[in-house]
């Protein structure tokens, strides 16, 4: 796992960590992981907020009950997040390809919309992840704040710290669609909003 500090520094070529240097200003909130069983509470709060996001799905789990329609309706972005979330680095060129490409697909013809963006399973990548999403038009999204959502289902409170303590103008934050996060959502974007934050997409 490369991610061990809420702030995270990545300097490469070819990955986004943040939009700083977009003309578009704002920050983005990403949720990984998804669809989860908490989906539609997380967009009645994105609604109730009148808030866009980013969701990165593992395609296993996007059975067709799941709102994705709901999703795609109400402005956000879904990306690819592999098929069964493994950890990339280990695997083959033709295995990688084969995540990646699956989720790719899957999303786009569930919802019938083209998929733009990849972000890796645990932010673990080679050189090989970077030529597949070369040559399949993906854009990898990383992050440069990371929530630590995973680690505080016991103090969600946390989370909003995290948060807040670290986030700047062009901010990709990394969130997952769990519980804990779900819970701390509607303080954690009026906390950002009263701060002078407002959120894009990619
Ligand atoms: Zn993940």
Redesign the pocket.
């Known amino acids: 796992m490369v991610t061990t500090e809420v702030v995270y520094n990545l300097e490469e070529e070819n990955i986004l960590t943040n939009v700083r240097n977009r003309n578009e200003t704002g920050i983005i909130l990403t949720f990984?992981?998804g669809p989860s069983k908490y989906l539609n509470e997380f967009l009645d709060v994105l609604e109730e907020e009148n808030v866009e996001a980013m969701f990165?799905w593992?395609t296993r789990l996007l059975h067709h009950k799941r709102p994705w329609n709901r999703v795609v309706a109400n402005g956000h972005q879904i990306g690819a997040?592999t098929h069964r979330?493994p950890n990339l680095s280990l695997l083959r060129f033709d295995d990688q390809l084969h995540e990646i490409q699956t989720s790719k697909e899957t999303i786009e013809q569930v919802t019938g919309k083209a998929v733009q963006y990849f972000r890796p399973?645990?932010g673990q990548y080679n050189e090989e992840t970077l030529a597949i999403t070369k040559q399949l038009q993906l854009e990898t999204v990383m992050w440069d704040i990371a929530s630590f959502d995973w680690e505080l289902k016991q103090h969600p409170d946390q989370i909003v710290e995290n948060i807040m303590n670290h986030v700047q103008e062009g901010s990709i934050l990394l969130l997952h669609e769990l519980e804990q996060t779900l819970i701390v959502l509607p303080i954690l974007i009026q906390k950002l909003k009263a701060s002078g934050y407002h959120f894009s997409t990619l």
């Open positions: 990984d992981d990165f593992q997040h979330h399973p645990f």
